[in-house]
């Protein structure tokens, strides 16, 4: 981190990424990356032309009023942030937050919108998923059970992708069995790449106009590339109306890390 | 209520919802929310930039005239806000208005753009719909009407989500036993959330470049969601050309309320 | 009409709508307005934000420009205003202009658009046809044609709707034979609204991305929507593939109507 | 023309439109207009915020840029220029460019988009396309190729309209022998409108989204539009996937008519 | 190159292109531009407004920001630049960068977008795509082996066509060996272009919303269009659902070609 501005921000130049920190009282973070009934939003933004007329230090100003806004919601909500820019098209940076109720995400993101901060930002995109019980894996042969419960590879997963799924009304209309019959062979398609790409999935219909999100972490985007190839190429795939559109591809980044880039 | 903002506004800091305070003369409310013939305008806005650099004061200002706008056309007219941003894209406010006339949402509509307010605001989405004796459930078996007719669960909804639904040319061509049938079937598979998730239908067409407008209100999003999940899954949805595009997601909010969210 | 600026503008108070005001040597509106052969063009405008900056008496003096542009083209053009704001999406206002040549309406729109008062507008949309003597109606039987002759209800129309309609290529490829068929049918499932509801069809193919301009004034909305409905369930609307997109709903207003809400 | 800016202009009020001035030494227009192998570009632009702030004398001297760099590539460019204004959605200006080379085409464009005039003009859109000799001509009978051979009406054709086209894979997947059989019976649907509309073809796949550019000339409005509508009837029609969007309709100018009507 | 701004540049006029400045350590180009499994990224941008006001010497400093940028990041990437202007919609500069790894190339384009010369910028569009081994081609006859093995025409290749494409989920669907027999098809429809026509495939499945970015260098536009309409008829082209949008054309210039372009 660079000194000179790490002294403006006041934080020790050896901070770890915040929601590392233990000094801080937090939302169990834990618990709301993995349990069921969450809710989760994406919310992407790029800077409007303001920011980029900002000089260093008035910059630093902004970052340190972001850096007060998501610590003072840390209490009820878990934050991450991406960076985008670069590698998507019309955004810059991503939030994903979750909640055990959608208000608190609202709280947090009007206070964000609304700070000096969020000022520079353009809305670029907004989705929300709820996450749930595993659906058809309960049916599933043990084997299967027993390799989606190994843990992935150790290690950083710098690249983040976003994907949000319409499935067509035909899914829909498919009897439960039929699903689980594709969900197995889709699985089972996916499972090579078990260890080296890591997946969350949300559930949105309703909640906005799609039916999935789906969230992958991953340090080799070769095989993340692979893994979707994979899933192309099963049945249940024809049952997609929407793949992407947008597909958010980006760098998980610690909140002190996003600073530093944006503070240049 | 933040007191220094409201003594500027000239309000008592315990005055309630606007809509809900009796000293004001109002249209009948009850009335326009109920009764079929009614027309109801969905008018979603976007701040501009200019309302980005105002201050706490200048604000509050504007924030005045929004109010003033809203009391001046509550004769005629049913007035319900909502708060968008955060949870929606491209829209920070949503205004439902019912009226027996078109032409007075219009009145109020361009008052409240040519108001020193309105001047901060992009229009980001504008739909109508007219209320009607309900279609099909006249020919619904009794025990579905007589849970149709059950109060939904007391207490605040503080969700709502609006989303404009469009037929295929198909369904139009349906004859009205067939429609009917498919009806039952979709009615049936919402009974289960009938107490959780409050629901009014709009009939847009010709209105506008949809069919229906759908507006549910719900204090669980959850139950929502496997409510919209059930009614992909009966067979009337596969005659759905555009569901959502907009999906607009709120909270709903008394004017007070609103005001007190945008003077921060 | 508000005397202030009335006086400002020179006019009388008294002063009807200028199309209706004999005062004027003017284009024979009538023929222009019921002859075939004639070019329609409709041409929908927003505010810029220039606008909403413009104090009252800046207002005025551009809104006297807008009537100058227009009494310099009467001679030879039928203009009509409709207040759009509102009630569609992304326009105020809209011009609809007939002529005998569409150099004549291209003319106009330059003069307008260069004026000072178009330097407020940005182009929303712009469409056009052209009246032709009915296609399928001498086939009818003898009742559908006197029907199709009766006037309709006297009185003031006040709410326009102008829906723009591609056919799709299915419908070109049928023989003229099967389209007079089903246009018999939607012309019966149109006849009772025939009192309520005033039509006026405009032919674009070639002219614009669609082929056909549909123009509704009616004072009740409901049996505007209920036609629409109607029209959606016969035959020929299957071979529609695009309905809208943009719906523009207004209201009619003569030109001294629109300066006097534009000046506030 | 105007005499106050065409002195400013330097030019003498007399002068007639640029190309067909034999006192500059010009690309061969007739030869670029006629081969085969010519490349033609269409790129329509509107005016931004700016030009309508500048005064008179401002607008004339940036028009004698626009004509001074129209004149530098007159050596190997055939450039025509099109008023849209009025008649079409979001553009003001259509420049049509014929080389033998793309490169000489882009090195005009990239110097009126940098010149003082350029800095005035957003683009609109920019389509590409290659002229061919006929394909299916050749193999017509010899009726058909007499008339086709026979001039067009002569006198002016003010009118101009340009129609991208894309054909659908369905098109491209059938022999050459069925295409040809449809093409016949599309050449003559069109033959009564050989007269009165000009029609030019240009070959687009791979230079641009579309598969054809038509471009039309009319002083009937009316024949081009039935024109259009008897190509649609035919079978060939039902292989196009996409038509128009846009549809650029204009008026064929001469450079200083353009500058004429632009420096008011 | 103009002798005043390469004197401010600082940079000698005979400098050729600076990938083939041996004078500079770079990444082995050669390498990233042959291998497999090598990221590809293109990002196209447009100039904003501020960048039409600049004056030469402003626009030669900031010229000379993007140089330093672009020779900071050249140790890890290969670094391409085309001119879009006047050929492409709504871009101008189109950069195409290798890497081994994608998150250099996020350095690199947050580098560009974040320096003075990047604030000029709006980024028009981003893709990317990834080099793998060919996936057909071992199977094909020797005969075709060879002729993709022969080198192309020697000489300048100034065009160059960049084509996202993305194939239809029954084309993923089909079993290898159907998608190998067309893919012959499709490769000997190509082979008469080898020689004039250079291509280059990049995989993109999950990491855009596209699966294939196509990329061609040509001297001969017409040459590439029947390349294309050749494998428009080829039976493997009925599986693509989308083709372009956009399609980038521009021509292949080394950096101080761009800069001495952009600084007039």
Known sequence: MNTQWARLLGIGVLAVSLWANGA???ADRE?????????????????????????????????????????QHREKLAIDL?????????????????????????????????????????????????????????????????????????GAKPYVV????????????????????????????????HKTVKRKLYHSTGLDDVDFITYFETSKLEDFHNLILSLEKVKEFQYTRRFGHPTWLGTAKALDEIIEILAQ
């Open 24 to 26: 801080f009282a937090a």
């Open 31 to 71: 618990k709301l990356l993995t349990d069921p009934g969450v809710y989760g939003t994406f919310a992407a933004y790029a800077f409007n032309d303001d920011w980029g007329k900002k000089e260093g230090a008035a910059r630093i100003a902004l970052l340190t009023v972001l850096k007060g806004v998501v610590e």
């Open 82 to 154: 991406y960076l985008l820019r670069g590698l998507s098209d019309h955004a810059d940076i991503l939030f994903r937050v979750h909640a055990g109720e959608m208000r608190d995400i609202q709280r947090f993101l009007v206070d964000l919108q609304g700070s000096a901060f969020g000022k520079q930002l353009k809305v670029s995109g907004i989705m929300h998923g709820l996450t749930k019980k595993a659906n058809y894996v309960p049916g599933f042969p043990d084997e299967i059970k027993a390799e989606l419960k190994s843990p992935s590879d150790p």
């Open 162 to 193: 976003v994907i949000p799924i319409r499935k067509s009304a035909d899914w829909w209309a498919l009897d439960q069995d039929k699903r689980a019959a594709m969900m197995k062979e889709h699985t089972e398609a996916a499972l090579p790449y």
